[in-house]
């Protein structure tokens, strides 16, 4: 059964003061690792696709990055705008295209 | 550019009570569809997905069922709510993968929350 499990569960930082969000996964071939951004009250907003391990993705303070086991979501000087749930999904190779496993996620403050 | 509608944002209902949320896709065609509920302290559970018009698969048994009835519209039902259904109900669509090709995120709309009485 495919398994992602996203570390730590919540995560309270300083404006600016860089971190990193953790989703250890587990499958059976992985076809490709997505990660979202939430707002409370609000569906998932697509942020990144990663396909394969050493693949990197930036948009603005973020960076996400893969490897064979996990996958880390780097925030470079976060603002407060940047408090969110962060969700990490992944799609294995066997079954369907529909068949996206998400983790429980990371919610994340940046105090001013 | 696509946007996806999901209405309404929040719903009470009694328990008994029938059920109809609604969800719509602009800006694309032959999308792929899905409804998924997110409970707290828990990830986002597949509940159905459609590939085409008229074309529902069910992922878990339960009280709820699908309708695709034109291309870009998905419907979730039910004929008797419980209170277990209570919860917080995303809708989502991805572009069809052809040939192969069709490794794309999912879109997800911005949800309603059904709270059952």
């Known amino acids: 059964e495919d398994q992602v499990t996203q570390s730590p569960e919540a995560l309270r930082l300083q404006e600016g003061e860089s971190s990193s969000l953790n989703c250890s996964y587990t499958?059976?071939?992985?076809?490709?690792l997505f990660w979202y951004r939430q707002d409370p009250g609000k569906g998932p907003e697509f942020l990144f696709t990663l396909y394969s391990a050493g693949e990197e993705k930036e948009k603005e303070r973020l960076k996400a990055t893969l490897t064979k086991k996990e996958s880390f979501l780097h925030i470079t000087a976060p603002k407060p705008e940047d408090s969110a749930t962060y969700l990490c999904?992944?799609?294995?190779?066997?079954?369907?295209?529909?068949?996206?496993?998400f983790g429980i996620g990371t919610k994340l403050q940046v105090i001013p | 550019s696509q946007t996806i509608h999901q209405w309404p944002a929040t719903l009470v209902q009694p328990v008994g009570s029938p059920l109809s949320l609604e969800c719509t896709v602009e800006g694309t065609s032959n999308p792929n569809l899905y409804w998924y509920r997110q409970a707290a302290g828990r990830g986002l559970q597949l509940l159905f997905y459609s590939v085409g018009i008229g074309q529902i698969s069910s992922e878990v048994p339960q009280n709820l069922s699908a309708s695709r009835p034109q291309d870009r519209q998905f419907i979730l039902s039910s004929k008797k709510l419980l209170l277990s259904d209570s919860g917080f109900y995303l809708c989502a669509w991805s572009v069809s993968p052809r040939g192969g090709v069709g490794n794309q995120p999912q879109h997800f709309g911005d949800g309603t929350r059904l709270s059952i009485l």
């Open positions: 999904a992944v799609r294995p190779l066997s079954g369907g295209y529909q068949k996206v496993t």
């Open positions: 499958v059976s071939g992985l076809r490709g």
